[in-house]
Structure formats: C-alpha cells, structure tokens
C-alpha cells in the first residue's frame, strides 16, 4: 500500500514537472553565445527550438543536446523575412506554446570609417541585427500576448551603450537593439511579458572572424593579451535571468571582462 501510494506521488510529480516544462526559441544557436545558452537550457531541462542556417551544426546540436531534453531545429535566415515566418509558422503543435525568446543572431561586418564603409556590409548588419530580430518577434508575440506570458532576451552590445572609432553602422544597429528592447517592454507591459536585454563587452566567438572576414590571424588578437568573457559566461547570466520568479524583470545588464573598462579600453599583458 505504501509502495503504491509513493508510486502515485512520484508520478503526480513527474507529471507536474513535466506541464511546467519551458520551451525556449533561439536564434543563432549554432555557435558562440547561442550554442552555449542551448547547451545550459538543455541541462536544465528546457525544451529547445534552435535556429540557424548551418543545417549541419543544427543536426549536430539536435543529437547532442536530444539527450537531454527535447529539441527541434529550424534552418533559416533571420534577415528573409519570409523564410522566418514561414520557418516559425511550421512549428508542430506540440513546439508551438513558446515560453522563452532569446533573440541572440547579429553580426558585425568590416570595421572601416563612415566614409570607406562597405554598403553591403550595412545592410548585411541592419538586417540581420534589427530587421532579423524584429520579424522574429513578430511572429512569436502574438501567442505570449495571447496567453499574458513570456519573456523576450534580447542580445545587445557594449556597441549599443556607446560608439567607438569605425564602429559606425554596427553601433547603430545595437543601439537600435537597446531601443527596440525598452519599446518592447512598454509595449507588452500590459501582457505580463518580461523583457530584457543583455550587451557584453569582448566574448571571444567568432564574431571576430565574421568581421574580419575570414582572417583567423587579425581576429585572434582581439582576444589576445588578456582574459575575454567566453560564451558560457554570457549562457549563465542568460539563465539566471530567465530563471528569476516572474514577478522579478532584470530589463539591462551590461557585462564585461574584468580586463576591460570600456568598448576600447582593454588592459592587456606584455
């Protein structure tokens, strides 16, 4: 009888933990500051939605990170607005009840002065880091408003706090990020939706590799001489903020490595 009546109770239990189960929906979550956040979600037991438009590193996540927790993939581009939502409106009933955004794909391109910059380099930032983050929300919103819960992470910048030397279109398209997440908030306030923003200083991914363009050499000494904040170090702080009781909202955190005092300013040895 005892054996039976604990038996229910785990199961009751199981079940419980089971209904309050969090979907999570990221973008860019086959490298850097993405992967990581993945990672840490699936540890913890938060269903996954990662995107992406590396179709091989998605598998590759989806086995990994299937051990854990349950994941679907979605292979598009943020920046085609119509791969996005034709890619989110697929989503399979039981996928499609998104708890967690965390709105984390953006790039930099090139690193010239306003007068020598490259026009597609401009577009390629303010497409993917403003207009990719805003056809995302787009299609997602409507079912947190829906059901007066969610919580919007969006992935800003140090770039989007200040401007530094030829950093020109990429600083306004993270300040437009910083301004999109305090609208966002006033916006859904009504809803009962968190929203909050996270802009690191120097994380050492390939954001470096994608600005330089390739060269691995030039991208390495951005990191070089001194301790970079590493992806997981951001993936943390993303989960202590998604985990905190609703009723707490940290809406700004601005992280740096303890080398660096502002965007241009990085103590280095030797």
């Not at 984390?104 to 403003?130: C, F, K, P, R, Y």
């Not at 800003?156 to 600083?171: L, M, T």
Request: hydrophobic share 40%; aromatic share 8%.
């Amino acid at each position: 009888m005892l054996f039976s009546l604990i038996f229910k109770a785990t199961q009751v239990s199981l079940t419980k933990k089971k209904s309050m189960t969090q979907t999570a929906f990221i973008t860019g979550a086959t490298s850097g500051i993405g992967k990581a956040t993945a990672a840490l979600f699936a540890k913890n037991q938060i269903r996954l939605i990662l995107c992406g438009r590396r179709k091989e590193r998605l598998k590759a996540l989806e086995e990994e990170l299937g051990k854990l927790t349950d994941v679907m993939t979605l292979q598009f581009d943020v920046s085609n607005k119509d791969e996005v939502f034709s890619a989110i409106n697929s989503l399979p009933e039981n996928f499609s009840n998104i708890d967690i955004l965390i709105n984390n794909a953006g790039n930099a391109h090139g690193l010239s002065t306003i007068q020598e910059g490259d026009i597609d380099d401009w577009d390629a930032m303010l497409d993917i880091n403003v207009k990719g983050l805003l056809y995302v929300s787009k299609a997602i919103i409507p079912k947190m408003t829906e059901k007066n819960s969610g919580f919007i992470v969006n992935i800003g910048s140090i770039a989007g706090k200040e401007v530094y030397p030829n950093g020109n279109v990429y600083c306004a398209s993270k300040h437009a990020v910083n301004a999109l997440n305090k609208a966002m908030r006033i916006d859904l306030n009504k809803h009962n939706i968190r929203v909050s923003a996270i802009h690191p200083g120097a994380v050492e991914t390939e954001f470096s590799d994608v600005r330089f363009k390739g060269d691995t050499e030039k991208a390495k000494t951005v990191y070089s001489g001194y301790s970079a904040l590493q992806a997981e170090d951001i993936a943390d702080i993303i989960h202590f903020v998604i985990s905190r009781p609703y009723h707490v909202n940290i809406e700004d955190l601005v992280v740096y490595p303890t080398a660096q005092a502002t965007a241009t300013i990085i103590k280095k040895e030797g």
